[in-house]
């Protein structure tokens, strides 16, 4: 496995950080809605699933996440217009947005390192 550098390892930590972050504040507004730890985890269980395959630090599971918080995104920005003044809800939707950036720009950088430890070992 190829070590990571001195960019995607804050990167890495950073996408780990704000899953949590998302992860909490998304079972902070079930909670205050009402809901249980069951309808927490079924709202959550695509994006639960695909953060086994980002621990395996695979690129191609890393890309499925980025599109899968497309989604959450959508649904994020449905709950800003129903809840404006929701601090969860606005803070989710925030937290998204830089879980995305984070995602992208791991992908971008471990892609390079990926790319030139290959180009290494080639010779």
């Known amino acids: 496995m190829t070590p990571r550098g001195h960019l995607t390892g804050p990167l890495w930590i950073a996408l780990w950080c704000l ?6 504040l998304r079972g902070g507004e079930v909670f205050a809605a009402g809901g249980g730890w069951a309808l927490w985890l079924l709202s959550m269980a695509p994006l639960l699933l695909f953060l086994v395959g980002v621990a395996r630090d695979s690129l191609q599971w890393i890309i499925w996440f980025c599109l899968l918080l497309l989604f959450y995104f959508v649904v994020a920005v449905e709950a800003v217009f129903a809840r404006p003044n929701n601090l969860l809800v ?10 995305f950036s ?8 471990r892609g390079r390192e990926l790319r030139a430890s290959a180009d290494d070992s080639d010779d």
């Open 90 to 99: 606005v803070g989710a939707l925030a937290d998204l947005i830089l879980l």
């Open 102 to 109: 984070v995602c992208t720009a791991y992908i971008r950088y």
């Open 19 to 24: 899953s949590a972050g998302y992860l909490s």
